[in-house]
Protein backbone atom coordinates (compact mmCIF):
# COMPACT_ATOMS: atom_id res chain seq x y z
CA UNK A 1 0.00 0.00 0.00
CA UNK A 2 1.33 3.32 -0.39
CA UNK A 3 0.72 6.74 0.89
CA UNK A 4 -0.25 9.73 -0.99
CA UNK A 5 -1.26 13.33 -0.22
CA UNK A 6 -4.84 14.24 -0.80
CA UNK A 7 -4.25 17.48 -0.39
CA UNK A 8 -2.26 20.21 1.66
CA UNK A 9 -1.75 19.39 5.03
CA UNK A 10 -4.14 20.98 7.42
CA UNK A 11 -2.92 24.52 9.26
CA UNK A 12 -2.18 24.54 12.92
CA UNK A 13 -4.73 26.77 14.33
CA UNK A 14 -3.79 29.78 16.37
CA UNK A 15 -5.11 29.71 19.92
CA UNK A 16 -5.10 32.16 22.36
CA UNK A 17 -2.61 31.92 24.95
CA UNK A 18 -4.05 32.24 28.80
CA UNK A 19 -3.07 34.20 31.21
CA UNK A 20 -3.04 31.24 33.33
CA UNK A 21 -0.39 29.93 36.22
CA UNK A 22 -0.10 26.38 35.70
CA UNK A 23 1.64 24.38 38.46
CA UNK A 24 2.07 20.80 39.70
CA UNK A 25 1.65 19.67 43.06
CA UNK A 26 4.80 17.17 42.57
CA UNK A 27 6.95 16.45 39.45
CA UNK A 28 5.02 14.51 36.52
CA UNK A 29 1.71 16.25 37.52
CA UNK A 30 0.86 17.17 33.46
CA UNK A 31 1.71 20.75 33.81
CA UNK A 32 3.45 20.76 30.79
CA UNK A 33 1.30 18.99 29.17
CA UNK A 34 -1.73 21.20 30.32
CA UNK A 35 0.16 23.89 29.67
CA UNK A 36 0.66 23.11 25.92
CA UNK A 37 -2.96 22.18 24.96
CA UNK A 38 -5.18 24.64 27.58
CA UNK A 39 -2.73 26.34 26.15
CA UNK A 40 -1.64 28.55 29.27
CA UNK A 41 1.61 31.36 29.19
CA UNK A 42 3.28 29.85 32.60
CA UNK A 43 4.27 27.01 33.46
CA UNK A 44 6.10 27.01 36.55
CA UNK A 45 6.52 22.66 36.93
CA UNK A 46 6.61 20.97 40.36
CA UNK A 47 5.97 23.53 43.83
CA UNK A 48 6.63 20.60 46.02
CA UNK A 49 10.70 21.52 46.03
CA UNK A 50 9.62 25.07 46.71
CA UNK A 51 7.26 24.58 50.04
CA UNK A 52 10.57 24.73 52.34
CA UNK A 53 11.14 28.25 51.59
CA UNK A 54 8.04 29.70 53.75
CA UNK A 55 6.78 32.44 51.37
CA UNK A 56 5.46 31.53 48.14
CA UNK A 57 7.13 30.59 45.51
CA UNK A 58 4.79 31.84 42.80
CA UNK A 59 4.30 35.49 42.00
CA UNK A 60 0.83 35.28 39.48
CA UNK A 61 -0.38 38.52 40.58
CA UNK A 62 -3.87 38.19 40.18
CA UNK A 63 -3.34 35.89 37.37
CA UNK A 64 -6.05 32.12 38.07
CA UNK A 65 -4.02 29.09 38.97
CA UNK A 66 -4.37 25.91 38.12
CA UNK A 67 -3.06 23.13 40.43
CA UNK A 68 -2.07 19.87 38.63
CA UNK A 69 -2.04 16.34 40.42
CA UNK A 70 -1.88 12.69 39.32
CA UNK A 71 -4.69 10.63 40.73
CA UNK A 72 -2.93 8.67 43.29
CA UNK A 73 -2.81 8.47 47.17
CA UNK A 74 0.49 10.03 46.98
CA UNK A 75 -0.81 12.87 45.03
CA UNK A 76 -3.51 13.73 46.82
CA UNK A 77 -1.36 14.21 49.89
CA UNK A 78 0.89 16.82 47.87
CA UNK A 79 -2.06 18.55 46.42
CA UNK A 80 -3.20 18.87 50.33
CA UNK A 81 0.33 20.23 51.13
CA UNK A 82 0.84 22.54 48.39
CA UNK A 83 -3.36 24.09 48.12
CA UNK A 84 -2.31 24.68 52.06
CA UNK A 85 0.51 26.72 51.34
CA UNK A 86 -0.88 28.58 48.98
CA UNK A 87 -3.82 29.59 50.60
CA UNK A 88 -1.53 30.00 53.57
CA UNK A 89 0.64 32.75 51.16
CA UNK A 90 -2.85 34.33 50.19
CA UNK A 91 -2.76 32.69 46.75
CA UNK A 92 -6.12 31.50 45.40
CA UNK A 93 -6.43 28.15 43.42
CA UNK A 94 -9.06 28.77 40.61
CA UNK A 95 -8.90 24.61 39.91
CA UNK A 96 -7.48 21.30 40.75
CA UNK A 97 -6.76 19.46 37.69
CA UNK A 98 -6.66 15.35 38.51
CA UNK A 99 -4.65 14.57 35.23
CA UNK A 100 -4.84 10.16 35.66
CA UNK A 101 -2.22 8.25 34.98
CA UNK A 102 -4.16 5.48 32.96
CA UNK A 103 -4.62 3.73 36.88
CA UNK A 104 -8.17 3.95 38.43
CA UNK A 105 -8.07 6.29 41.53
CA UNK A 106 -8.03 5.03 44.61
CA UNK A 107 -10.29 5.25 47.30
CA UNK A 108 -7.84 7.10 49.61
CA UNK A 109 -6.76 9.76 46.79
CA UNK A 110 -10.56 10.00 46.20
CA UNK A 111 -11.43 10.98 49.80
CA UNK A 112 -8.67 13.21 50.04
CA UNK A 113 -9.38 15.43 46.74
CA UNK A 114 -13.17 15.13 47.88
CA UNK A 115 -11.65 16.96 51.29
CA UNK A 116 -9.98 19.76 48.97
CA UNK A 117 -13.14 20.91 46.57
CA UNK A 118 -14.56 23.06 49.34
CA UNK A 119 -10.64 24.81 49.26
CA UNK A 120 -10.51 25.23 45.71
CA UNK A 121 -12.45 27.02 42.81
CA UNK A 122 -13.39 23.47 41.23
CA UNK A 123 -11.74 20.38 40.57
CA UNK A 124 -11.43 18.88 37.24
CA UNK A 125 -10.74 14.91 36.29
CA UNK A 126 -8.44 14.83 33.23
CA UNK A 127 -8.64 11.71 31.53
CA UNK A 128 -5.69 9.50 30.45
CA UNK A 129 -5.05 9.70 26.65
CA UNK A 130 -2.58 7.12 26.14
CA UNK A 131 -1.62 8.93 22.60
CA UNK A 132 -0.18 11.91 24.42
CA UNK A 133 2.89 9.71 25.62
CA UNK A 134 3.79 9.13 22.16
CA UNK A 135 4.50 12.42 20.72
CA UNK A 136 6.59 15.73 21.37
CA UNK A 137 3.89 18.45 20.81
CA UNK A 138 1.03 17.18 22.86
CA UNK A 139 -1.40 19.56 20.35
CA UNK A 140 -1.19 16.84 17.47
CA UNK A 141 -3.21 14.54 19.48
CA UNK A 142 -6.87 14.33 18.41
CA UNK A 143 -8.31 14.45 21.82
CA UNK A 144 -11.44 12.41 22.77
CA UNK A 145 -14.43 14.14 23.96
CA UNK A 146 -13.99 13.95 27.35
CA UNK A 147 -10.59 15.39 27.86
CA UNK A 148 -11.66 18.11 25.22
CA UNK A 149 -14.47 18.82 28.70
CA UNK A 150 -12.15 18.23 30.86
CA UNK A 151 -9.96 21.07 28.98
CA UNK A 152 -13.10 23.21 28.64
CA UNK A 153 -13.90 23.08 32.19
CA UNK A 154 -10.64 24.46 32.96
CA UNK A 155 -11.01 27.33 30.79
CA UNK A 156 -14.17 27.46 32.63
CA UNK A 157 -12.96 27.89 35.74
CA UNK A 158 -10.12 30.27 35.40
CA UNK A 159 -12.33 32.75 33.61
CA UNK A 160 -11.55 32.02 29.68
CA UNK A 161 -13.97 30.87 26.94
CA UNK A 162 -13.58 27.69 25.86
CA UNK A 163 -11.88 26.30 23.05
CA UNK A 164 -14.35 24.84 20.29
CA UNK A 165 -11.86 24.26 18.23
CA UNK A 166 -10.26 21.01 19.05
Given at each position: MSLRQTGPAPARRVRQVLDVVVVGAHGGAGTSTLTALLPAAWDMGSIRPLLDLGRSPLRPQG???ILAARNTAAAAKNATAAIGALREWDERVAALAIVSDGGTEVRDAAARFALL???????????????????????????????RQALDELRRLVGAPADRGW
Open positions: RPVEGRVGGVVRVPHVRALRLVDDPCLVDLPGKA
